[in-house]
């Protein structure tokens, strides 16, 4: 049995992740304008380019590298690339050929919450929605006859992992989101100004430094990283050198238009 506590906890990230984005949306409304045009695009933006794009290209490599798991280094470097390339070249061409009149610090912001606040309802959504889905099967005592195509290795790995996991994990989950919007509102900016300024070096470090970030999470997806507050601490660190770099861009995109 999953216990009403788990269940609860599972809920959290979801409840979040929706008064994060409305949050995030009211909050700069009132600091620098909203526009509607690049809050859509950017949400549209991250399910095309990561859910979509990013995805085949990843069936792709896992099929032909079945043992992916057993090379670390190598799976977090493409991992960690492949997010960086595909979402900030993703940002760059939105901004080049669809928000030609968004091109200042309220459009990059806009963009920001777009792209980080889909992020976070998408993800919490397919972790702890899929997560409430096989509580309520588990304590049905349907789980089994709900998933009797897949293979009974693979429903016990399911079971065990919904029925060990922590409440703790999806409380962190919510914090996790917290962070990491404040550095897809970042790279969003920067990748802006590397536009306005036609400086695609900026775009470039937008990617690198989406990679860096990216690297160590992919560690811990596969295992090699198991201290969740690492993780947490880590982002927390990101997450403020972010909000730092959103706060200066508003004095760069200024004199940009000077």
């Given at each position: 049995m999953v216990s009403t506590a788990k269940i609860i906890a599972m809920f959290v990230p979801i409840i979040f992740s929706?008064?994060?984005f409305i949050g995030l949306i009211l909050l700069y409304r009132k600091r620098t304008g909203v526009s509607a045009k690049p809050v859509i695009l950017g949400a549209v933006g991250f399910i095309v380019f990561t859910q979509v794009l990013e995805k085949i290209l990843h069936v792709v490599v896992i099929t032909s590298f079945p043992n992916y798991a057993d090379h670390p280094l190598a799976w977090g470097t493409y991992g960690a690339?492949?997010?960086?390339?595909?979402?900030?070249?993703?940002?760059?061409?939105?901004f080049t050929w669809l928000l030609k009149k968004f091109h200042d610090y309220k459009g990059g912001i806009s963009f920001g919450i777009g792209w980080g606040g889909i992020e976070a309802i998408l993800l919490m959504l397919m972790v702890c929605g899929q997560a409430l889905v096989f509580?309520?099967?588990?304590n049905a005592g349907t789980f089994e006859s709900s998933m009797a195509?897949?293979?009974s290795d693979q429903l016990?790995?399911?079971?065990?992992a919904i029925l060990n996991q922590g409440s703790s994990f999806y409380y962190l989950a919510a914090l996790e989101r917290f962070f990491a919007v404040f550095l897809q509102m970042a790279l969003s900016l920067m990748v802006l100004l590397?536009?306005?300024k036609k400086k695609f070096t900026l775009v470039i470090l937008a990617i690198l430094i989406h990679a860096g970030v990216d690297f160590p999470i992919?560690?811990?997806?596969?295992?090699?990283?198991?201290?969740?507050w690492i993780i947490e601490g880590y982002l927390a660190v990101v997450a403020i050198f972010s909000f730092l770099f959103i706060k200066k861009a508003k004095s760069m995109f200024?004199?940009?238009g000077k």
């Open positions: 929706f008064v994060l690339l492949a997010a960086g390339i595909f979402e900030e070249l993703g940002r760059f061409i939105l509580s309520f099967m588990l195509q897949l293979p016990a790995t399911i079971k065990e590397g536009v306005v992919v560690f811990a997806q596969v295992g090699h990283i198991t201290n969740l200024l004199d940009a």
